[in-house]
């Protein structure tokens, strides 16, 4: 099963080398879960803050279907150095 997968922010550094233009192509098995495929790449939990499928909001739990465009998306980090704290 060929799945399509963008990282965004420094969630990138978890794929470099694998991308091209930002987007990354992957041969899966059938039985995966988003939750698989961020344990696989080692992404620490809670680095994953946005999980969207073909357009649509999902969370960890939704099943990989081929052909998907996954788009992971990192927490909102804030510089404490730009909020004068």
Do not use: C, H
Not at 2 to 11: A, M
Not at 31 to 60: A, H, Q, T, W
Not at 65 to 85: A, E, M, R, T
């Amino acid at each position: 099963m060929e799945i399509f997968l963008e990282t965004r922010g420094f969630l990138q550094k978890y794929f470099r080398g694998q991308e091209k233009a930002g987007r990354i192509r992957l041969q899966i098995s059938s039985e995966i879960y988003i939750m698989d495929l961020i344990k696989r790449y080692r992404i620490p939990k809670g680095f994953v803050s946005i999980i969207s499928v073909n357009g649509m909001n999902e969370g960890l739990d939704y099943k990989i279907k081929d052909g998907d465009f996954i788009k992971l998306y990192p927490p909102p980090v804030v510089d404490k150095d730009l909020l004068n704290i």
